[in-house]
């Protein structure tokens, strides 16, 4: 779910959105995209801007097949494709709205930019909006787990010069990594000439990862002169 598209597979530029936009779902066939300008991208977003509000509340997320439901809620876009596509990039964007995701799925995955790039490259982009995230038990039981970032919620792909000056805070019954820039990268990547400026705030009730830069990492990660200079509490 986006403004500008649900499913980009071609070039997105130049293009901003001053909307808001609200999702509420409690059944879906799949997963979950929600984004100020795209929904799922597979390929490039370059210069574009995000100005409203992004907020999605999943209560109750069940499918058909029984099988686990995944939320993804960005500023720019919910997330990437999965597989690995040849020049897919997110680049010179920017994110001046509220980004918020009420949920009980079992994994929540919220950005600034970006819930999950998987192996996009995102580079030169700024949130300047806040991120938020409150979680309660999934239906079926247990704990579920929440990923939350001012700039991407999870990656497999390289983050570069990119600066976040919102508030990134997570609250409720998840598991939570919490994070200035990126709360998990998950592969051989690089962040570098990365800058927090933003509140990183974690309240959850069920002990969990917090950072300026990065929450949790993975894999080998490479942190090439990034700075935090934001409070992380």
């Known amino acids: 779910l986006g403004w500008i598209a649900n499913i980009n597979k071609g070039t997105i530029e130049n293009c901003e959105n001053h909307g808001n936009l609200s999702h509420r779902s409690n059944y879906t066939s799949g997963n979950i995209y929600v984004g100020g300008l795209v929904g799922s991208n597979r390929y490039v977003i370059y210069r574009c801007k995000n100005y409203g509000e992004v907020s999605s509340a999943s209560i109750s997320c069940s499918r058909d097949d029984?099988?686990?439901?995944?939320?993804?809620?960005?500023?720019?876009?919910?997330?990437?494709?999965?597989?690995r596509v040849l020049g897919a990039t997110t680049a010179r964007c920017e994110n001046h709205g509220a980004v918020k995701s009420l949920s009980d799925a079992r994994f929540e995955k919220v950005g600034g930019i970006l819930a999950e790039a998987f192996t996009?490259?995102?580079?030169?982009?700024?949130?300047?909006?806040?991120?938020?995230?409150?979680?309660?038990?999934?239906?079926?039981?247990?704990?579920?787990?929440?990923?939350?970032?001012?700039?991407?919620?999870?990656?497999?792909?390289?983050?570069?010069?990119?600066?976040?000056?919102g508030e990134v805070s997570s609250s409720g019954v998840n598991l939570a990594h919490t994070a200035g820039i990126c709360s998990?990268?998950?592969?051989?990547?690089?962040?570098?000439?990365?800058?927090?400026?933003?509140k990183v705030e974690c309240l959850n009730e069920t002990p969990s990862f917090t950072a300026g830069i990065a929450a949790t990492i993975g894999r080998e990660v490479h942190l090439v002169n990034c700075n935090n200079r934001g409070e992380v509490r």
Do not use: Q
Not at 189 to 198: E, H, K, P, S
């Open 184 to 198: 998990m990268p998950h592969t051989k990547l690089v962040i570098a000439d990365c800058t927090n400026y933003g």
């Open 66 to 83: 029984d099988k686990t439901v995944i939320v993804y809620v960005g500023g720019i876009a919910g997330a990437s494709y999965p597989k």
């Open 120 to 165: 996009t490259t995102v580079k030169m982009c700024i949130n300047r909006g806040s991120v938020t995230s409150s979680s309660s038990a999934p239906e079926t039981g247990g704990i579920g787990e929440t990923w939350i970032a001012g700039i991407v919620g999870y990656s497999k792909g390289d983050i570069v010069c990119c600066d976040n000056f």
